[in-house]
């Protein structure tokens, strides 16, 4: 979580800004889903309201983006060189 003093976000405001921000579609359910798996943003628990940082909402959209393309085959080539190598 950043130092600066910003406003926590509820999930269903944190869910607002993936889709607002970002033009991803982002649902307050699929980050209940994400948290509990953790594989979603960072956040904390004030009694059983789960805050986000919007600097950790922003950072996880971009975390989970690819670089740009040109293509689909470039997209796959990229993600193949990406991918760990089993023994």
Not at 2 to 9: I, K, M
Not at 53 to 74: F, G, I, M, N, Q
Request: aromatic letters at 6%.
């Amino acid at each position: 979580m950043s130092d600066n003093p910003q406003r926590l976000l509820r999930r269903s405001e944190a869910a607002r800004r993936v889709r607002e921000k970002h033009n991803i579609p982002c649902e307050p359910s699929s980050l209940r889903t994400l948290a509990h798996s953790g594989k979603g943003p960072l956040f904390i628990r004030v009694g059983r309201f789960p805050l986000y940082d919007p600097d950790d909402v922003d950072a996880w959209v971009l975390a989970k983006s690819s670089a740009k393309v040109r293509s689909t085959s470039e997209l796959t080539a990229l993600f193949a060189a990406s991918a760990p190598v089993s023994p």
